[in-house]
């Protein structure tokens, strides 16, 4: 069975305070890893995908990064507009179709 | 180009009621999937749809069912609703690309059952 787990479970941090999130997988054939950011109330934003370990995509002041068990997502000099809760998902692929199995999130506030 | 919507933004249903929710996917995507998001919860995959079919299915009882029409949009059926229904239910469309591909979510349906 897929698993993801993200820690820490919620982060607060000052603007400008540099920090990591993390998402640690376990899945059956990978297909893509997927970084999402959600607001309160409203459906999950697509970020990134990553497809193999060593690749990097960045936007922005987000960074993300994928190894064989976990990716991370750099937040660089976070402003207050960064605060949401960051999802991960891994994309396994199954009998006849491929879907998303996603971590509780990370819940990230931004004092100014 | 025209992102996904969700109708209705949100509902009230007592326990017993049915409900339908509906989505339209992004313009092009042939592929619909539905997930229940619970408070403070990742979202929980039910199904997928692609050419009008069901071809995946998560860990859903039967009173969950959906629809997808010649135009790519989909439905979301929900029979004999229970109290633990109540959540955020999502609707993401994707290209089936040889089973990779993103997926984009609509705003979601909130969905309440007293």
């Known amino acids: 069975e897929d698993q993801v787990t993200q820690s820490p479970e919620a982060l607060r941090l000052q603007e400008g305070e540099s920090s990591s999130l993390n998402c640690s997988y376990t899945?059956?054939?990978?297909?893509?890893l997927f970084w999402y950011r959600q607001d309160p109330g409203k459906g999950p934003e697509f970020l990134f995908t990553?497809?193999?370990a060593g690749e990097e995509k960045e936007k922005e002041r987000l960074k993300a990064t994928l190894t064989k068990k976990e990716s991370f997502l750099h937040i660089t000099a976070p402003k207050p507009e960064d605060s949401a809760t960051y999802l991960c998902?891994?994309?396994?692929?199954?009998?006849?179709?491929?879907?998303?199995?996603f971590g509780k999130g990370t819940m990230l506030l931004v004092s100014p | 180009e025209t992102g996904v919507t969700q109708s209705p933004t949100h509902l009230i249903k007592t326990r017993g009621q049915q409900v339908t929710l509906r989505c339209s996917s992004q313009?092009?995507?042939?592929?619909v999937s539905w997930y229940q998001q619970a408070l403070g919860q990742g979202p929980q995959f039910i199904f997928q749809?692609?050419?009008?079919?069901?071809?995946g299915r998560g860990n859903f009882p039967p009173r969950f069912s959906g629809l997808q029409f010649p135009n790519y949009s989909s439905e979301l059926n929900v029979n004999a609703l229970e109290l633990d229904d109540s959540a955020l239910y999502l609707c993401?469309?994707?290209?089936?690309?040889?089973?990779?591909?993103?997926?984009?979510f609509g705003p979601g349906t909130r969905l309440t059952v007293l």
């Open positions: 993401a469309s994707s290209l089936a690309l040889a089973g990779r591909g993103e997926q984009f």
């Open positions: 899945v059956s054939g990978l297909r893509g």
């Open positions: 990553l497809y193999s």
């Open positions: 998902a891994v994309q396994g692929h199954y009998s006849g179709y491929s879907t998303l199995t």
């Open positions: 313009s092009g995507h042939n592929t």
């Open positions: 749809y692609y050419r009008e079919e069901e071809n």
